[in-house]
């Protein structure tokens, strides 16, 4: 992906979803970060929390417990605090959920036993 390549918002989603599905959070970290850092600033904590949620995953399959745990729970606390209309369809609070549980239970009990791809949607519905 080139680095200067910004996507409309529902593109963006349904690109970072798609690597995602893949497997490959940290390609999808890199469109949401071209998004975060071309969105207008009212929008940018939340494809920052989108971000972070990409990095944490990115954490898990490179068996960084703490790294992981970190990234989701701050992707969760961004999610959570997003008052905005959705943005292209994204799930803040179902993301931030999801995100914050995660973040616990490894914090709990770490990687061991989680599915080999993570694939949470970020669009509701």
Do not use: C
Request: aromatic share 4%; hydrophobic share 45%; net charge negative.
């Amino acid at each position: 992906m080139p680095d200067d390549l910004v996507l409309p918002p529902d593109a963006t989603v349904d690109e970072a979803q798609r690597l995602i599905d893949e497997g490959l959070p940290f390609p999808a970290h890199d469109v949401l970060e071209a998004a975060w850092k071309a969105a207008p600033e009212p929008e940018r904590p939340l494809w920052r929390a989108l971000a972070q949620l990409a990095v944490g995953l990115t954490h898990i399959q490179r068996g960084n417990t703490r790294g992981a745990a970190a990234l989701l729970a701050r992707a969760g606390d961004g999610l959570a605090r997003w008052v905005g209309p959705p943005v292209a369809g994204v799930d803040a609070a179902g993301l931030a959920h999801w995100a914050d549980e995660l973040a616990a239970r490894i914090e709990r009990e770490g990687l061991a036993g989680l599915p080999d791809r993570l694939r949470p949607r970020l669009r509701g519905g």
